[in-house]
């Protein structure tokens, strides 16, 4: 708990240097860009300047949300004829036709430009300095950089740059990255255009003909970040913002207001009964997601009037049996728009996979914001542009070939997205800023977080930590500490329960009491991450 300033990050380094900043005078946007380009140095196993970033921003001068869309469009060759004439049903999970452009360093210009008080310059030194100068790799860290070790084995510049002596570092072993210092060095000396008009564009589109990729010079002198309205819905009388497509924010919104009409609190905290229903509401909300979302201009705003009305989500209840889980859920169907897709995903979409990280900062002076930034899977795409120390993500594997779905792959254009920060506001003043990383875990996180707040009771740090429960395509994940009379009623009501330790996400959150002027963070130990104020 702090007054002048918090901030939450899955890394102590990068917690500590937004630390330094806000005790230098800095914003909660300094901090968070600071810490942001730390966490593309210190956790290269999940995000970097290669990846893409959204974020959700409180200015107190206009009193007002800010939505921040840095994802990357699909280069000009992408277009569903290129994958057809190289044999292709689907688009690769990894190598260079999943790659789109990476929207990351234009997502740290533009939040500093709009809402910052520092340069570019200042705020990516830390990040530099760790670069070039090394830092201990942290333990879970470790062990997702051994995970990859095949993946980067198979491309030369990755394994050049990121298996130093042939291995994966070890926990605590002092890994450097002087190539990616140097590209911080042009980035912070010219600005946002040394990425995508000078050198390391070049850079990138010289190893992306080489690989025979679908970049254009246009694709990146073209990028730009989109300010966008947050989308909303009201819980417990709290109103949750997220992020519009072509985030999946919306998927969180619809859960929570299909849980709203029940009395979640008297059903108990991970019991059967609780975990069933919010199992059925996410295969709901998942159901509308893989039928319906994708880059905004492909999404009707009949679609997301309908899918974050309470009415909708009346009717969605109803279709809940409390006995039993349904064989399968159906998207909504809207008047004049198709739906093409059931339950069980988009075609060729690996919604299942996801690494990320995901950040917030709050100062005294009421600045707020809630960042995620990621190269999807691990080490995104497994490829590095040689002589940069740049990992390239994979974000255009989230495209589907289908000619029938809004998400299918086109030039220019954005894939369906799993970053989503979250920002909850009380009288109209932040109450909330938080996150869960991890690919479809996220609105899971999101929702289960903010019941244990306003249902059960429980403090930030308590919110964070509870067990939780991740439903996947192949049944329902279940921690460890969820007891065993809440599995077998899940197994009676005809859940297939699962084994998958590690992908139940990582929160951070800061909880915003504004009559008494304190900030309280808290950090997931599910990471390697640190809340700290001042």
Same mark, same amino acid.
């Given at each position: 708990?702090?007054?002048? +300033?918090?901030?939450?990050?899955?890394?102590?380094?990068?917690?500590?240097?937004?630390?330094?900043?806000?005790?230098?005078?800095?914003?909660?946007?300094?901090?968070?860009?600071?810490?942001?380009?730390?966490?593309?140095?210190?956790?290269?196993?999940?995000?970097?300047? +290669?990846?893409?970033?959204?974020?959700?921003?409180?200015?107190?001068?206009?009193?007002?949300?800010?939505?921040?869309?840095?994802? +990357?469009?699909?280069?000009?060759?992408?277009?569903?004829?290129?994958?057809?004439?190289?044999?292709?049903?689907?688009?690769?999970?990894?190598?260079?036709?999943?790659?789109?452009?990476?929207?990351?360093?234009?997502?740290?210009?533009?939040?500093?430009?709009?809402?910052?008080?520092?340069?570019?310059?200042?705020?990516?030194?830390?990040?530099?300095?760790?670069?070039?100068?090394?830092?201990?790799?942290?333990?879970?860290?470790?062990?997702?950089?051994?995970?990859?070790?095949?993946?980067?084995?198979?491309?030369?510049?990755?394994?050049?740059?990121?298996?130093?002596?042939?291995?994966?570092?070890?926990?605590?072993?002092?890994?450097?990255?002087?190539?990616?210092?140097?590209?911080?060095?042009?980035?912070?000396?010219?600005?946002?255009?040394?990425?995508?008009?000078?050198?390391?564009?070049?850079?990138?589109?010289?190893?992306?003909?080489?690989?025979?990729?679908?970049?254009?010079?246009?694709?990146?002198?073209?990028?730009?970040?989109?300010?966008?309205?947050?989308?909303?819905?009201?819980?417990? +009388?709290?109103?949750?913002?997220?992020?519009?497509?072509?985030?999946?924010?919306?998927?969180?919104?619809?859960?929570l207001n299909i849980l709203e009409r029940d009395d979640i609190r008297a059903l108990?905290?991970?019991?059967?009964?609780?975990?069933?229903?919010?199992?059925?509401?996410?295969?709901?909300?998942?159901?509308?997601?893989?039928?319906?979302?994708?880059?905004?201009?492909?999404?009707?705003?009949?679609?997301?009037?309908?899918?974050?009305?309470?009415?909708?989500?009346?009717?969605?209840?109803?279709?809940?049996?409390?006995?039993?889980?349904?064989?399968?859920?159906?998207?909504?169907?809207?008047?004049?728009?198709?739906?093409?897709?059931?339950?069980?995903?988009?075609?060729?979409?690996?919604?299942?996979?996801?690494?990320?990280?995901?950040?917030?900062?709050?100062?005294?002076?009421?600045?707020?914001?809630?960042?995620?930034?990621?190269?999807?899977?691990?080490?995104?795409?497994?490829?590095?542009?040689?002589?940069?120390?740049?990992?390239?993500?994979?974000?255009?594997?989230?495209?589907?070939?289908?000619?029938?779905?809004?998400?299918?792959?086109?030039?220019?254009?954005?894939?369906?997205?799993?970053?989503?920060?979250?920002?909850?506001?009380?009288?109209?003043?932040?109450?909330?800023?938080?996150?869960?990383?991890?690919?479809?875990?996220?609105?899971?996180?999101?929702?289960?977080?903010?019941?244990?707040?306003?249902?059960?009771?429980?403090?930030?740090?308590?919110?964070?930590?509870?067990?939780?429960?991740?439903?996947?395509?192949?049944?329902?994940?279940?921690?460890?500490?969820?007891?065993?009379?809440?599995?077998?009623?899940?197994?009676?009501?005809?859940?297939?329960?699962?084994?998958?330790?590690?992908?139940?996400?990582?929160?951070?959150?800061?909880?915003?009491?504004?009559?008494?002027?304190?900030?309280?963070?808290?950090?997931?130990?599910?990471?390697?991450?640190?809340?700290?104020?001042?």
């Open positions: 708990m702090a007054r002048r +300033g918090m901030i939450a990050t899955s890394q102590p380094l990068a917690s500590a240097a937004g630390l330094h900043v806000l005790q230098r005078g800095g914003n909660a946007i300094d901090a968070a860009v600071t810490a942001a380009a730390v966490l593309a140095v210190v956790e290269p196993t999940m995000n970097g300047i +290669g990846g893409d970033l959204f974020a959700l921003v409180f200015d107190p001068r206009d009193r007002r949300i800010h939505g921040l869309n840095a994802s +990357g469009r699909a280069g000009s060759g992408a277009a569903p004829e290129t994958f057809a004439a190289r044999g292709l049903d689907r688009v690769p999970a990894t190598g260079i036709l999943a790659v789109s452009v990476p929207g990351v360093v234009d997502g740290w210009a533009q939040l500093l430009a709009r809402h910052g008080s520092v340069g570019i310059d200042r705020a990516l030194e830390p990040a530099g300095r760790y670069a070039r100068d090394g830092f201990p790799v942290s333990e879970v860290v470790a062990h997702q950089w051994q995970g990859a070790a095949d993946l980067l084995a198979a491309d030369p510049e990755a394994a050049r740059v990121f298996l130093p002596g042939g291995r994966p570092p070890s926990t605590g072993q002092v890994f450097r990255n002087p190539d990616l210092a140097a590209m911080l060095d042009l980035i912070a000396r010219d600005g946002r255009d040394a990425f995508y008009h000078g050198d390391i564009a070049r850079a990138i589109l010289d190893d992306s003909d080489r690989r025979q990729g679908l970049l254009t010079p246009a694709d990146l002198e073209r990028h730009e970040s989109d300010w966008v309205d947050s989308i909303s819905t009201s819980y417990r +009388g709290h109103v949750v913002h997220e992020l519009p497509p072509n985030t999946q924010g919306v998927t969180a919104l619809e859960m108990g905290h991970n019991s059967g009964e609780y975990l069933h229903l919010l199992v059925e509401a996410k295969r709901i909300a998942w159901a509308d997601r893989d039928t319906y979302l994708a880059d905004r201009r492909y999404v009707p705003s009949t679609v997301l009037e309908h899918l974050l009305s309470k009415g909708y989500a009346a009717a969605r209840r109803d279709e809940i049996d409390t006995r039993r889980a349904a064989a399968t859920h159906r998207p909504g169907c809207f008047p004049g728009v198709s739906a093409s897709i059931s339950d069980g995903g988009t075609p060729g979409n690996p919604c299942d996979r996801g690494d990320t990280v995901y950040l917030t900062a709050a100062d005294g002076d009421g600045f707020v914001v809630s960042l995620i930034q990621s190269l999807f899977s691990n080490f995104g795409a497994g490829i590095v542009v040689a002589g940069t120390g740049i990992a390239l993500q994979n974000r255009g594997s989230l495209f589907t070939l289908d000619a029938t779905h809004p998400n299918q792959i086109a030039p220019r254009k954005r894939p369906l997205h799993t970053l989503i920060p979250a920002m909850v506001l009380k009288s109209e003043r932040p109450w909330l800023s938080y996150g869960v990383m991890g690919g479809d875990m996220q609105p899971q996180g999101h929702v289960q977080v903010l019941v244990n707040l306003l249902d059960f009771g429980m403090n930030l740090q308590e919110a964070g930590e509870a067990a939780r429960l991740r439903h996947m395509a192949d049944g329902v994940a279940l921690e460890s500490a969820i007891p065993n009379d809440a599995r077998q009623a899940l197994e009676r009501r005809g859940h297939r329960l699962v084994n998958s330790p590690g992908s139940f996400g990582g929160f951070q959150g800061i909880l915003i009491d504004t009559a008494a002027g304190v900030l309280m963070g808290a950090s997931d130990p599910r990471k390697d991450g640190l809340a700290i104020g001042w």
